[in-house]
């Protein structure tokens, strides 16, 4: 074929399809079954990256106890002056989480000021800030990805502890005095490294080892080691925690076990704690010669009475076998190895009729089987908080 031809039939080819084309579009739209075609969604914006984010609160209280030396309320840590107003806590908290969904590195530090922080102040006054305040945590989370977008986190620094339902910060508690389970069988804080991770939605893993409890240094080398498994449901959740290892400045080993179980039905919650803990014999207990061990039970139940009011009940028991975690302390003589047997019941009103207010009027009841109380085995408190969140 010559060359003009060709060229010919293909501009025929091009010129028809020229006309067609259009043609056919429009008879497309016009055809009175067919609709046009969907226009392709947006891509979605990508997620912001987290930034830092700045909260807190302040809480002010007045206590009352029927039982007292006249300043102070024997077995009491944050809740502990008689007849006075306090200020209990200044709280700022720092935070830039981590993305689970890539390598990545997040920071938290929590600062605490006022009445409350020097009964949290670990040993040596590493991370004391003055007589008044403490750096309550202050740790950074490096984040590894993983197929089921969870990721594995590895926390360094100072860190709160994995036990018990109640925490230092009082306004996330139940009730507004923190109870004898917080008080006796628990840490406050740990200074270590810990591997967290969810093999699945409903299963989360802590693992820690770190310098004993509530110390920023260990003068042995001796480290210790805590634990814990949650198993989440719909309504129900389990936490399962134990520890071992050299918990303060002696040669023994300390060790125990802790289960938490909450339930959720309506608007009413109820979390039951159980605790078990030993310490080999050894030269700070009231009795050298013998292992010291303790127990303790306690049971909270929260339900809401209206949409900005609630209301918390506690009650717990602890028995001090051989009056090792109690003895000369928060109060309390110092014990040639007596066991003591403490419970409780709390009452708590957490009032929300104020934005970003909690007003908590509460009412408490201690008994020992031993005579502590100024000369008595009991004492009533009343007491009054008044806190601001931000």
Known sequence: MSPLPRTLRLLSVASLSAVVTPLAGEAVLAGPDSTPPAAAAPAPAPAPPPSFKLSGYAEASYSYSTQND?????????????????????????DR???????SVGVHADLLLGQNAPAIQSDLGAFNVGSGGDLEQAFVTLNFPTKNGNGVQLKVGKMVTLLGLEVIEAVANPNWSVGNQFNFVENLTSTGVELDFKPSSSIDVELRVDNGWDRTAIPNGYKSFMGRIGIAGKNMSIGLIGYAGNQE????????AQ???????????????????????????????????????GVWLATDLSPNAGLALRGDYLNDTNGFRTSNFLGFPASAGEAQKLWSLTGTLNVKSWSSGLVRPELRYDHSNLLVFDGKSNQFTVALSVAYLF
């Open 249 to 256: 400045d002696t040669n023994a080993v300390r060790y125990g």
């Open 259 to 297: 289960a938490l179980v909450n339930q959720k039905f309506g608007k009413a919650s109820l979390w039951v704690q159980g605790d078990y803990g030993k310490e080999k014999a050894n030269g700070v207990l009231p009795d050298p010669t013998q292992d010291a061990a303790w127990w303790a039970l």
């Open 70 to 94: 006249g300043r102070v309320i024997v077995g009491r840590l944050f809740d502990r002056y008689h007849d006075s107003f306090v200020l209990n806590a200044f709280k700022l908290t720092a």
């Open 97 to 103: 989480p981590f993305e689970a969904t890539k390598r």
